[in-house]
């Protein structure tokens, strides 16, 4: 399958990069089948809407405008995934009062698919993040935790699989190292393995063994380091990747105005991207096959 054609799109327009000739023009003679990634991260409980006073956020995010936009676009594109990277948890009175409870919930309600865990996630510890679970009318990924031991083990998978448009879409998730940041006796026996070891044995396994079109990693890494360039981070995990085509990235809080595009080993392309914090933007990014399964996207962010 040759790697895809990436077209950077802002609200302001489009902008296209190294498509060697090729344009989603070039899809309309041809049977398209287009798989379309709704993506939000680090939504920290923000249930309601900023107040016209905040001073970064006025009037912006909250559960029901997500859920509306959301609406609107599955009445517009047939195949739709929508998915977290993780810190569901943590910011508003809403969780300190119901524990998480509202967050699944509304989350259900909007009909999510999958989500990884953040580190907030643990924050009333892993009994209580499991007792929340029954509210959670979707499934949590996460290769590099290791769960066994705990209330966890057989409750978060490495990855799922979905089948859209004949298609198969395969998706992980990785965590950030739990130590200096979760007080242990909250993560309990959970062990954190090495995300860029696993995801490359992941990732083998979603494109060789699972046959899977499309691999996306949900990443609670971290967009980038500078000051600790080695740190593993979804920078340093698409630079490192075989077959990962779309990272979607939490816990930097990171405003990205439009995807960025990274080179992995091989030299081919990988998405990166990550919408900030609090609900305030929701990530697009739509794929597109044709039937000799050459790949084109376009990749924006929707404010809330």
Do not use: W
């Not at 907030?120 to 499934?139: S, T």
């Not at 990855?159 to 998730?173: Q, R, S």
């Not at 081919?268 to 050459?294: C, H, P, S, T, W």
């Amino acid at each position: 399958m040759k790697r895809r054609d990436f077209i950077k799109r802002t609200a302001a327009g489009t902008t296209l990069l190294g498509l060697g000739g090729l344009s989603l023009s070039s899809f309309d003679s041809v049977d398209v089948k287009k798989i379309t990634i709704l993506h939000t991260n680090d939504t920290h409980s923000q249930i309601d809407p900023f107040p016209s006073n905040h001073p970064k956020n006025p009037n912006m995010g909250g559960v029901a405008r997500r859920a509306a936009v959301i609406e609107q676009i599955r009445k517009t594109e047939e195949n739709v995934l929508l998915f977290d990277a993780g810190d569901i948890f943590q910011g508003t009175p809403y969780f300190n009062y119901y524990g998480g409870e509202l967050e699944f919930k509304l989350m259900s309600m909007m009909k999510y698919d999958l989500a990884t865990m953040g580190n907030h996630d643990f924050d009333n510890g892993i009994d209580g993040f499991f007792a929340q679970l029954p509210f959670a009318k979707f499934d949590f990924v996460s290769a590099n935790y290791d769960f066994k031991n705990t209330i966890l083990n057989t409750h978060v998978k490495p990855y799922k699989i979905f089948k859209k448009a004949g298609l198969k879409i395969g998706v992980f998730g990785l965590g950030i190292e739990l130590k200096g940041l979760v007080d242990k006796k909250l993560y309990k026996e959970t062990v954190y393995n090495n995300p860029i070891e696993v995801a490359q044995d992941i990732e083998k396994q979603l494109k060789e063994v699972e046959k899977c079109d499309l691999v996306i990693c949900l990443s609670h890494l971290g967009f980038n380091y500078k000051n600790e360039p080695e740190k593993p981070s979804d920078i340093v995990l698409a630079r490192k990747s075989k077959y990962i085509d779309l990272i979607i990235g939490g816990h930097t809080h990171t405003f990205l105005d439009k995807p960025v595009v990274e080179k992995n080993i091989d030299g081919n392309e990988v998405i990166v991207n990550q919408v900030g914090a609090y609900g305030v933007n929701l990530g697009r990014i739509d794929f597109f096959f044709d039937n000799k399964m050459n790949l084109s996207s376009t990749g924006k962010k929707i404010v809330i």
